[in-house]
């Protein structure tokens, strides 16, 4: 996938294109790439315009946190299979068009787009005064073909990265993973910690982890980490170490048969599934006997 830092289009390829900023790129953004290549005919491309910042981030309202970091989003769009990729700022210059301005700009005169596919719920221009009804009567007199596509339901709601991350948030990752329809992961480099853990016989892997990142609630999960292509069981800690009066908020992974020291190197979490609430013990000797019960929640799966 060709990523584009500016909503221009040279080439004799007619463009087909998927707006949204694709949080997750969950199962309703799957139907939407789905639709986009239903309109893809033999010499198109087919495109997503997309943000790098949360619109919430210019707007100063406060921005969600994301589902996806930057490099995770792109690279889910490039495995759906989408060519090109136009990743561009949320700024003064986009939140400043009015919906009429938006389809004669950036879609028409800068891209010269064939075909546009959005969900059914999309609005565009400033004041969010644009929305499905207007595209289509706009863009169809240009010649533009245009689909909105119906909501993704599970349990007769919506699927949304709002949903997602209330979901997320609430330790409910099997759950989540269900309307994304892949795994979701946290990833992070490996970063010194204050070394309780090698005393504690459990040694972890303390991982910083991009601020913007939703994470679960507090608590001990199960989990799949992978590292240098391999996975392995793995036991995360996520919390601020109340038994230690900690303060900063962190995620620590013990991997199962794991020995080497990896600092600087990056680990993948997934598959995380809730244990146990984050606790307070008397003293360390507890913490290290709850330890030693909650790595049987860690079975022995024939990774490789």
């Known amino acids: 996938m ?3 830092y500016r909503l221009e289009w040279r080439s004799d390829h007619p463009l087909v294109l998927a707006i949204g900023f694709f949080d997750g790129l969950h199962r ?3 139907a939407i790439v789905r639709e986009l290549r ?3 005919r033999p010499t198109y491309r087919t495109g997503v315009l997309t943000f790098s910042n949360h619109p919430a981030t210019f707007l100063r309202t406060t921005p969600p946190p994301l589902i996806s970091s930057v490099e995770e989003r792109i690279d889910l769009l490039a495995e759906a299979g989408i060519e090109e990729c136009f990743f561009v700022a949320f700024d003064e210059r986009i939140a400043s068009l009015s919906a009429q301005e938006f389809i004669e700009g950036p879609l028409v005169d800068s891209l010269a787009v064939h075909g546009v596919v959005v969900g059914e719920n999309f609005r565009f221009g400033k004041g969010r005064s644009g929305d499905v009804s207007f595209a289509r009567s706009e863009l169809e007199r240009r010649n533009v ?3 909105a596509v119906e909501n993704e339901l599970e349990a007769g709601l919506r699927i949304s990265s709002t949903r997602i991350r209330e979901l997320i948030a609430r330790g409910e990752v099997a759950k989540a993973e269900k309307l994304l ?3 979701f992961v946290l990833r992070g480099r490996v970063a010194l910690g204050a070394g309780r853990g090698h ?6 892997a303390n991982l910083t982890v991009r601020a913007a990142k939703i994470l679960p609630r507090d608590g001990v999960y199960s989990a799949v980490a992978r590292h240098d292509g391999r996975d392995y069981a793995a036991l995360v800690s996520i919390g601020t170490n109340p038994t230690f009066d900690g303060g900063t908020r962190t995620v620590e992974a013990w991997l199962r048969d794991f020995q080497r020291t990896i600092y600087g190197e990056e680990v993948a979490l997934r598959e995380l599934r809730f244990v146990r609430e984050q606790q307070q013990f008397a003293s360390a000797h507890e913490l290290q006997a709850q330890m030693q019960r909650d790595a049987a929640a860690v079975a022995y799966p024939s990774y490789g």
Do not use: D, N, Y
Request: hydrophobic share 40%.
């Open 2 to 4: 060709k990523i584009h």
């Open 28 to 30: 309703g953004h799957a």
């Open 38 to 40: 239903r309109l893809r």
């Open 145 to 147: 073909r245009f689909v």
């Open 181 to 183: 329809g892949h795994a």
């Open 199 to 204: 005393s504690l016989g459990f040694p972890t």
